[in-house]
């Protein structure tokens, strides 16, 4: 394991953020902390990373407990969702940072710099300030910044929140593949499900300062251990007392084993895919249909079909 | 390690070198930015310019010469050196304590804190003679601290602290409280010490506030008069400031003798501020 956290308790004053979490982080896996807000992630990856003392717990980095080390001691590369660019600096300058740090000899620097440059593609932007880079631009050179000391771990605390959705989309997209190419751990915070899915191979869901559930992102989106997983991971809809996401259920004109009557309400057309709102007895539900079926169904407002979880359909009856 | 590029580009990946600022927009051309800058002209014409210009009339009435010999009197120019000698060295011991103040005023948390912060402007706020007069009472001889500074050159200097000491402190404490943090943190982590950290990225960070403070701390030093008039018992030659010098030759009826002092403090006063000015340039272009 390249982390692990055991039973980390953490309160701000009265309020408690973290309680007895667990975390365990393979070596070279991609991982993200997923929850909402307030949901304790960011602090359990500052406490990872030695920005904030945890009241009680054991944190160990490369099977060595560092829960006493200084953030400086832990060799961890910690990227910020603001940034953190040290704007006095050039671009070269913020990259070498920690190599000076370190004491290395001049040239390797530059060597290495200029390898991390080419990396996150800012190599002609060596010499600029981050106050003359597009926020995209900034948080690459912050990870180019984290990478260069060569981290046991790689921390991203909702790298891209920062950033606007389209940006956001291309350098999800770059993350994977750089981790594809560098390998180094790497544990990142978000409370966008799909970015999680997407981007990650390990999901851990943190919500009220709670693990509520770790796994592949197939794990978790199929096999939630409790209704908030599901929530939070997808969309639901309720059928029969029980939760389904709505790509899940089942239309037919007939009616089958199983299956429900229900009226249509509204067919809402969404490019490639239909959202079927339905009444069931007393109860709204809603499906996802493809075009074919919608119009093989002839679905229309006032319409009646027959509706059930699909045979594959994973399930969780509503507490 | 490579990595594959991007096909699409609103990140900027692949976007060729060229000039990155936008071009900076015209404003609208039009009455208010006229307004706006006769006004701003024609107060700073009335208040500074013209009474500056009268000084240095004054000053150049009976030539060069003359000018010379005014600042070169024995008692002016003990004066001036004094003067400038005393604000060189309050300027330095506010720039640090008016930063380490500023510091602990932003970054530490104690009881009494906001009372402290309120206090700072109190030596604005109170008239420099009377603030003279208490330094009498408090480090003169009958000082219940057991302090004697009364009519030496150490009193002098401690009047002058006394009245500069808000300049680096208010000047230093925005910036300091607008500081990202997270750099602080960000360099931690990339294994910078505090020192290391205080030095690389904070430091470069306060600096044009902490040389902007103390360039206002020594021109107003090097003008003081009423909180040195008391403590520094005016002995010419001793403790006489510039200012106080410059008055005693008003009062002789000699106003040419206290412009031409007056126009060297202003030379002094203007060289330190555009040498400042051109090495703080000099300073954000490094970075």
């Given at each position: 394991?390249?982390?692990?956290?055991?039973?980390?308790?953490?309160?701000?004053?009265?309020?408690?953020?973290l309680?007895?979490v667990?975390v365990e982080?393979?070596s070279g896996?991609?991982?993200?902390?997923?929850g909402?807000?307030?949901?304790?992630?960011s602090?359990?990856?500052?406490?990872?990373?030695?920005?904030?003392q945890?009241?009680s717990?054991?944190?160990?980095i490369?099977?060595?407990?560092v829960?006493?080390?200084?953030?400086?001691?832990?060799n961890?590369?910690?990227v910020?969702?603001h940034?953190?660019?040290?704007?006095?600096?050039?671009v070269?300058?913020?990259i070498?940072?920690?190599?000076?740090?370190?004491?290395?000899?001049?040239n390797e620097?530059?060597k290495?710099?200029h390898e991390?440059?080419?990396?996150v593609?800012?190599?002609?932007?060596a010499?600029?300030y981050p106050?003359?880079l597009?926020?995209?631009?900034?948080?690459?050179m912050?990870?180019a910044?984290?990478?260069?000391?060569?981290?046991?771990?790689?921390?991203?605390?909702?790298p891209?929140?920062?950033?606007?959705?389209?940006?956001?989309?291309?350098?999800?997209?770059?993350?994977r593949?750089?981790?594809?190419d560098?390998?180094v751990?790497?544990?990142?915070?978000?409370?966008d499900?799909?970015?999680?899915?997407?981007?990650a191979?390990?999901i851990?869901?943190l919500a009220?300062?709670r693990?509520?559930?770790?796994g592949?992102?197939?794990?978790?989106?199929d096999?939630?251990?409790?209704?908030?997983?599901?929530?939070?991971?997808?969309?639901?809809?309720?059928l029969?007392?029980r939760?389904?996401?709505?790509?899940d259920?089942?239309?037919?004109?007939e009616?089958?084993?199983?299956?429900?009557e229900?009226?249509?309400e509204?067919v809402?057309?969404?490019?490639?895919?239909?959202?079927?709102?339905?009444?069931l007895?007393d109860?709204?539900?809603?499906a996802?249909?493809?075009?074919?079926?919608?119009?093989?169904l002839r679905l229309?407002?006032?319409?009646?079909?027959?509706v059930?979880?699909?045979?594959?359909?994973r399930?969780?009856?509503v507490? | 390690m490579t990595s594959?590029?991007?096909e699409?580009?609103?990140t900027?990946?692949?976007?060729?070198p060229?000039?990155?600022?936008?071009?900076?927009?015209?404003?609208?051309?039009?009455a208010?930015?006229?307004l706006?800058?006769?006004s701003?002209?024609i107060?700073?014409?009335l208040?500074?310019?013209?009474p500056?210009a009268?000084?240095?009339?004054?000053s150049?009435?009976?030539g060069?010469?003359?000018?010379?010999k005014?600042?070169?009197?024995?008692d002016a120019?003990a004066?001036?050196k004094?003067?400038?000698?005393?604000?060189?060295i309050?300027?330095?011991?506010?720039l640090?304590?008016?930063?380490?103040?500023?510091?602990?005023?932003?970054?530490?948390?104690f009881?009494?804190?906001?009372?402290?912060d309120?206090?700072?402007?109190l030596?604005?706020?109170?008239?420099?003679?009377?603030a003279?007069?208490v330094l009498?009472?408090l480090?003169?001889?009958?000082?219940?601290?057991?302090?004697?500074l009364?009519y030496?050159?150490v009193?002098?200097?401690v009047?002058?602290?006394?009245?500069?000491?808000?300049?680096?402190?208010?000047?230093v404490?925005?910036?300091?409280?607008?500081?990202d943090?997270?750099?602080?943190?960000?360099?931690?982590?990339?294994?910078?010490?505090?020192?290391?950290?205080?030095?690389?990225?904070?430091l470069?960070?306060?600096?044009?506030?902490?040389v902007?403070?103390?360039?206002l701390?020594?021109?107003?030093s090097?003008?003081?008069?009423?909180?040195?008039?008391l403590?520094?018992?005016?002995?010419?030659?001793?403790?006489?400031?510039?200012?106080v010098?410059?008055?005693?030759?008003i009062e002789n009826?000699?106003?040419?003798?206290?412009?031409?002092v007056s126009?060297?403090?202003?030379?002094?006063a203007?060289?330190v501020?555009?040498t400042?000015?051109l090495?703080?340039?000099?300073?954000?272009?490094?970075?």
């Amino acid at each position: 394991m390249a982390i692990e956290a055991r039973h980390i308790n953490k309160a701000f004053g009265a309020t408690s953020v973290l309680q007895d979490v667990s975390v365990e982080v393979p070596s070279g896996s991609l991982t993200a902390l997923l929850g909402p807000s307030g949901g304790g992630k960011s602090t359990l990856l500052r406490v990872i990373a030695g920005l904030e003392q945890p009241d009680s717990g054991t944190v160990l980095i490369a099977g060595a407990d560092v829960t006493r080390l200084a953030p400086q001691r832990r060799n961890v590369g910690f990227v910020f969702q603001h940034y953190a660019a040290f704007k006095h600096m050039t671009v070269f300058d913020n990259i070498a940072f920690g190599l000076q740090i370190r004491k290395r000899p001049k040239n390797e620097i530059h060597k290495r710099v200029h390898e991390l440059l080419e990396l996150v593609h800012l190599d002609q932007f060596a010499k600029r300030y981050p106050a003359q880079l597009s926020g995209g631009q900034r948080q690459r050179m912050a990870l180019a910044r984290a990478l260069a000391v060569e981290p046991e771990v790689l921390l991203l605390d909702e790298p891209f929140g920062a950033l606007d959705a389209q940006v956001r989309k291309e350098l999800r997209a770059w993350l994977r593949r750089l981790h594809d190419d560098v390998h180094v751990t790497t544990v990142f915070v978000t409370h966008d499900q799909e970015e999680a899915i997407e981007v990650a191979d390990t999901i851990v869901v943190l919500a009220g300062g709670r693990v509520e559930q770790s796994g592949s992102p197939h794990e978790v989106y199929d096999n939630p251990a409790n209704e908030f997983v599901m929530r939070f991971l997808g969309p639901v809809t309720e059928l029969d007392g029980r939760l389904v996401r709505p790509h899940d259920i089942e239309l037919t004109a007939e009616p089958e084993p199983g299956s429900a009557e229900a009226t249509v309400e509204r067919v809402v057309r969404l490019g490639f895919e239909v959202r079927v709102e339905m009444r069931l007895g007393d109860q709204d539900a809603w499906a996802q249909v493809t075009r074919g079926l919608a119009e093989r169904l002839r679905l229309a407002p006032g319409e009646t079909v027959h509706v059930r979880p699909g045979p594959d359909a994973r399930t969780l009856a509503v507490v | 390690m490579t990595s594959k590029i991007l096909e699409t580009d609103s990140t900027g990946l692949g976007t060729p070198p060229g000039p990155v600022r936008p071009v900076a927009r015209r404003r609208p051309p039009g009455a208010p930015t006229a307004l706006g800058l006769g006004s701003a002209m024609i107060f700073l014409s009335l208040i500074v310019l013209i009474p500056l210009a009268a000084v240095l009339w004054k000053s150049a009435e009976h030539g060069p010469g003359f000018f010379w010999k005014s600042v070169t009197t024995p008692d002016a120019w003990a004066a001036l050196k004094l003067t400038v000698v005393a604000s060189i060295i309050v300027a330095l011991i506010n720039l640090v304590m008016g930063t380490l103040i500023a510091w602990v005023l932003v970054r530490d948390s104690f009881p009494g804190k906001a009372v402290l912060d309120t206090l700072i402007d109190l030596p604005f706020a109170l008239p420099t003679i009377v603030a003279g007069l208490v330094l009498l009472e408090l480090y003169g001889a009958d000082s219940p601290l057991g302090i004697n500074l009364a009519y030496t050159r150490v009193g002098v200097a401690v009047a002058l602290l006394f009245v500069t000491l808000p300049f680096v402190v208010r000047t230093v404490q925005p910036v300091l409280l607008e500081l990202d943090r997270d750099m602080e943190q960000a360099a931690a982590s990339l294994g910078a010490g505090n020192w290391t950290i205080f030095r690389r990225i904070i430091l470069p960070n306060l600096l044009p506030a902490m040389v902007s403070g103390t360039a206002l701390a020594f021109t107003r030093s090097i003008a003081e008069f009423g909180s040195t008039v008391l403590i520094s018992g005016n002995l010419p030659f001793k403790t006489q400031v510039a200012a106080v010098q410059i008055f005693g030759q008003i009062e002789n009826d000699n106003t040419a003798s206290a412009a031409a002092v007056s126009t060297a403090l202003l030379v002094v006063a203007f060289v330190v501020l555009v040498t400042l000015d051109l090495v703080q340039r000099w300073g954000s272009r490094r970075g």
